[in-house]
């Protein structure tokens, strides 16, 4: 018979990179939780246009990336490519705006985009992210951005801080202007993606990996001299601030980002060791985004990270606890081992009761195959054994296995 193999894009994440998977998100989330986040569980599918509104019409994730369907009541539905646009409809949709004060958020899931394959980019992949509303006080911004620092610092990676400012909404339509006249100049040389941007999104052009385009926006127009003042004194203060908290960052005035709601703030924290897909996490302010989709003036800002190219980052997992599996000699002897291994996990301890049945030896095989670091025997006694060493020792009741098994371990 045929076998049926995964949709490419997609993955399936086990054994070790399951481990990693959850080491990330519990890293993220003990954290958030230090900083006073709130989570927030969003629907997979919304309604296409939050996301036409919201990311962009002319993006490449609304233009080429979305996976739309027709539900069976005729909607036009997307599976969701990020969590900001979904976190502010809910933002609005269920009035948090109207509790007062300001809102701290954070989501984890997956996210789809029908992007070429390659690693470190998947057509389902994992984010974790947060939210901020109703602040816009640059203590914001840094705290933010020196939260995701601390994170990707205890998970032991080798990364890069890049930031920039997009400017207000007047400073970057000023901008936005003079690069559209500047790369008119030097269209026949742009790649014919670029040259199509020109007109629909001009500011992607900056970023664009193609040599020819590079070199041509080497020279073009840079958005921190188009900042008005009330942004210019946003950034130069975010950058103090950073500094006095010892964020190590380099400015970047080619980084505007992949999706169009930015205002004033944006950061990437980079990687050169996954090959091409080298952003880990990024974010920024988007401070007009609330109000656009139907809400109150709302400043507000947030990141997200990508588990899967985390998982290829993170070198090492904390120690495991060590596993004793509890061994019936006989069938005779299961439904002491049951309760014993209950008992052993009432006190914490992580226990594979052996569920094949065999021979001694096949059942030791299989205990040292779960790398077992102990195992117990049992029949009229106790029979405690490490792997390691063969060393045995013998009880007659469970109580003294069980405090027995707690000294060792
Ligand atoms: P983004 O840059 O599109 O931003 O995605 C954030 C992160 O998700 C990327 O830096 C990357 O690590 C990961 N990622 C994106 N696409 C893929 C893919 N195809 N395969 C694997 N990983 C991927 C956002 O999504 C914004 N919502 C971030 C944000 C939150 N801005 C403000 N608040």
Not at 66 to 87: H, I, N, Q, W
């Amino acid at each position: 018979m045929s076998k049926i193999q995964k949709v490419r894009g997609f993955q399936d994440i086990y054994g070790e990179n399951a481990k990693k998977y959850r080491y990330i998100v519990d890293t993220f989330r003990e954290t958030f939780e230090k900083y006073n986040f709130k989570e927030i569980i969003l629907p997979f599918v919304e309604d296409i246009s939050l996301f036409k509104r919201s990311v962009g019409e002319a993006t490449d994730i609304v233009q080429k990336e979305m996976y739309v369907f027709l539900d069976k009541g005729g909607r036009e539905v997307a599976l969701r490519p990020e969590g900001t646009a979904s976190c502010v409809r809910a933002y609005i949709e269920e009035k948090m705006y109207a509790e007062g004060g300001y809102h701290k958020l954070f989501y984890e899931g997956a996210m789809f985009r029908y992007e070429r394959p390659q690693a470190g980019r998947y057509r389902q992949f994992h984010q974790i992210g947060a939210e901020i509303f109703g602040v816009s006080s640059v203590l914001a911004d840094t705290e933010l951005i020196s939260m995701v620092y601390k994170i990707l610092k205890k998970l032991k990676i080798d990364f890069k801080l890049e930031i920039n400012s997009l400017g207000d909404f007047q400073s970057r339509k000023t901008y936005t202007q003079e690069l559209i006249k500047y790369l008119k100049q030097y269209e026949n040389g742009l790649c014919e993606t670029c040259k199509s941007r020109i007109n629909t999104n001009p500011l992607r052009v900056l970023d664009c990996k193609v040599e020819s385009c590079k070199q041509i926006t080497k020279d073009a127009p840079k958005i921190i001299d188009y900042l008005s003042e009330e942004s210019e004194k946003r950034f130069t203060q975010l950058k103090e601030y950073l500094k006095a908290l010892n964020i190590d960052f380099v400015e970047n005035p080619r980084l505007v980002r992949g999706l169009d709601y930015y205002t004033d703030t944006v950061f990437e924290f980079t990687t050169d060791q996954i090959g091409a897909q080298g952003t880990v996490a990024a974010g920024g302010r988007y401070d007009n985004l609330v109000e656009q989709l139907g809400g109150p003036p709302t400043p507000a800002l947030g990141f997200a990270a990508g588990i899967e190219r985390l998982i290829l980052l993170v070198k090492d997992l904390p120690s495991e606890k060590p596993l004793i599996t509890v061994i019936p000699l006989t069938p005779d002897y299961n439904i002491q081992a049951l309760s014993f291994s209950e008992s052993l996990r009432n006190s914490g301890i992580k226990t594979e009761t052996l569920l094949k049945e065999g021979s001694l030896k096949s059942m030791m095989k299989t205990a040292d195959k779960l790398k077992s670091d102990y195992v117990v025997f049992i029949s009229d006694k106790y029979e405690l054994k490490e792997m390691k060493s063969g060393n045995q020792e013998i009880f007659y009741t469970p109580e003294d296995t069980l405090e027995a098994v707690k000294d060792k371990i």
